[in-house]
């Protein structure tokens, strides 16, 4: 019972988390340039701290390796082929929920990450 | 990939239809690679999902915009599936039951147009999330609460279209529906209710209009493309208290059951909940080769252990108090009235006021955490429900519960099921978990899907809601007067929609055009 408390209170910090990140959502303008803000905003319902995508990357490549914003070893050309054809349990995303431009930026940014990133 | 145009068309004329709608939409909006075919399979389908591949996809931004693409469908014989967001999980997502229809992705379409925080509603694009609506309301500290159901990536009216549900007193969200405006299967743009009027001051505040009312007619039909919703949304109540209820035994359904329809048909608990089994914890938490990497479905010495190792029970539900605090207060005394003599022990209660963190209430909060039991099985996972309706009598609930986990374990499946209550209604929600590269398992869980249409109509229950696969049995089971009721859907879609370019094959309605297209 310990255990699905404190899991409750990480999901409510994944919550606020998403909020923030997708402040102003509506009426929807167009999206702030830069990848990190268009990942928070198209990747953050599963890919923040104690989100369903994380937990599922946790289980499969642990703790370390778990939340993407952290990784060091993804490059732009996989990060685009996971997206557009999906991975395990994760659904491929269309070119209107995350259009080609969008999708170029948010690649860069996560492969982008050095290993100080790792470290924050 | 390999797929195939409209049934009818050649592929010279179906690429004449696509340049038409590039020239209402623009080339970027008419998604017609291989890849874009993939992103609009069922990511959850029960195997490949190909059955069911669209040709394309065509993504407008505005209702103007659909109204042409319609009247073009029209001309080229081009039937298309519109779809919100596309997150309707475990139900095909955004893919069509008939394959080489165009999927009309309506989620650019996604402006909050009008909350009133006085009256207490939205107007809304079908484009717009769940998160969407709910970070609008706190940025701009509007005094209202959502409903928001399970998986909350999709679209707010995507699923009140599907009948979805939330777990506050406004959760059945297809009730909460007041005026709609809808594109016809012609391209003439309509407005629902009171929005018929001209002019109307109260599209929004009226739910029938004059005259029938066309507004249910829309819900999980194919009578027409919905471009903007009226919403009701729930007034934010001065206090909520909630607590998590876990019953050891599988037979305490009996009694429980008993229990809550009377709290729910006489409004002591107003809202919907799920009375799940112990498997919706475990498959966030856990997954299954943690506990067992046996045959066959999940052993009951397996699930104790589970049960222990979590200190949940058999079955677990959540009930909340909504209102002023006088209310709450002499709700609590009811809630412990019925409840605790049974359980033993008192209940106990977070309480919220208005002014505490939102996150001690009972209002709903998006959360996709719960898609994480697809991963239960590992691999490509994926879920898919069998619900049928029943009435929320003890008797039988626990005559369906013993029923349906033995067809589980005949097909070698674990029993993951709710009894999700509604106001004098069941949802038996027997959800199947699977990893779709497993042949063998996805065959099982078709098998044991067909199984539970056939048991579900020999005791009287037919389905609320289902997958694009099933849609044909399913309309089938509804066969009173030798299925009067499907002739009559029909014939009203043979009527306007004489070239059947929306959605066939949605719910069992098949036009003319396309009858036998597909099973």
């Known amino acids: ?120 | 990939m390999t797929f195939a145009p409209p049934p009818g068309l050649s592929a010279a004329q179906f690429d004449r239809g696509l340049k038409a709608f590039v020239s209402v939409v623009g080339p970027k909006r008419v998604l017609a690679t291989d890849e874009d075919r993939h992103t609009y399979l069922d990511p959850y389908a029960l195997g490949d999902g190909l059955a069911h591949q669209p040709a394309a996809a065509v993504a407008p931004a505005s209702a103007e915009e659909v109204q042409a693409i319609v009247r073009l469908a029209n001309e080229h014989r081009i039937p298309l599936w519109p779809t919100a967001r596309g997150k309707n999980l475990g139900y095909g997502g955004a893919a069509p039951v008939m394959p080489g229809t165009v999927v009309l992705d309506l989620g650019r379409m996604n402006r909050i147009l009008e909350v009133d925080p006085h009256f207490g509603y939205c107007l809304i694009e079908p484009g717009v999330g769940f998160y969407d609506l709910y970070n609008y309301l706190r940025d701009n500290k509007i005094p209202l609460w959502m409903s928001v159901p399970g998986n909350a990536w999709g679209s707010v009216m995507g699923n009140a279209l599907e009948r979805g549900l939330g777990y506050t007193p406004y959760g059945d969200n297809a009730s909460k529906i007041c005026g709609m405006e809808v594109v016809l299967p012609t391209g003439e743009k309509m407005r629902t209710g009171m929005g018929a009027m001209a002019g109307s001051k109260a599209w929004q505040s009226y739910q029938h209009g004059f005259g029938p009312s066309w507004d249910q007619f829309l819900v999980q039909s194919n009578f027409g493309v919905v471009t903007k919703m009226g919403l009701w949304l729930m007034p934010e109540p001065e206090m909520t208290m909630r607590t998590k209820i876990e019953l050891p035994k599988a037979d305490d359904i009996g009694w429980a059951i008993d229990e809550l329809a009377m709290l729910r048909l006489h409004n002591v608990v107003e809202h919907n909940f799920v009375f799940g089994n112990y498997l919706h914890d475990a498959a966030v938490f856990s997954q299954r080769d943690e506990w067992y990497q046996g045959p066959g479905a999940i052993p009951d010495a397996v699930a104790e252990k589970i049960m222990a190792h979590y200190g949940i029970g058999w079955w677990s539900f959540n009930l909340s108090l909504f209102g002023q605090e006088e209310v709450v207060k002499a709700k609590e005394k009811l809630l412990r009235r019925a409840m605790e003599p049974h359980l033993g022990k008192p209940l106990e209660f977070e309480t919220w006021q208005r002014g505490d963190p939102i996150e001690k209430s009972s209002a709903g909060r998006p959360s996709v955490v719960a898609l994480q039991i697809v991963n239960w099985r590992g691999g490509r996972g994926g879920h898919i429900g069998f619900s049928p309706v029943m009435p929320p009598d003890g008797k039988l609930a626990t005559k369906q519960f013993r029923a349906m986990k033995a067809r589980f374990e005949e097909y070698g499946l674990d029993y993951y099921t709710s009894f999700t209550m509604g106001a004098r209604h069941i949802n038996n929600v027997n959800l199947i978990l699977y990893n779709r590269d497993d042949a063998d398992m996805v065959s099982r869980a078709k098998g044991l899907f067909t199984t539970m249409i056939a048991d579900a109509k020999a005791a009287g229950y037919g389905e609320y809601r289902t997958h694009i696969d099933f849609m044909n049995p399913v309309a089938a089971s509804f066969d009173y007067e030798g299925g009067v009721m499907n002739r009559l859907n029909e014939t009203v879609k043979n009527a306007i929609d004489p070239n059947g370019v929306i959605a066939p094959g949605k719910n069992g309605i098949w036009p003319r055009a396309y009858k036998g297209a597909s099973a």
């Open chain 1, 1 to 120: 019972m310990k255990r699905m408390m404190a899991m409750g209170a990480v999901l409510l910090v994944a919550g606020a988390g998403l909020a923030i990140a997708t402040a102003g959502a509506a009426p929807v303008k167009p999206q702030p340039a830069a990848g990190a803000a268009l990942f928070q905003a198209r990747c953050g319902y599963c890919h923040l701290a104690g989100g369903t995508g994380t937990m599922m990357l946790e289980r499969r490549l642990g703790k370390d390796d778990a939340l993407l914003v952290k990784r060091t070893d993804l490059n732009a050309a996989y990060v685009k082929m996971v997206v557009r054809n999906g991975l395990n349990s994760m659904p491929a995303l269309t070119r209107v929920e995350v259009p080609d431009d969008q999708l170029d930026r948010i690649a860069a940014y996560l492969a982008s990450k050095k290993p100080a990133d790792k470290a924050q």
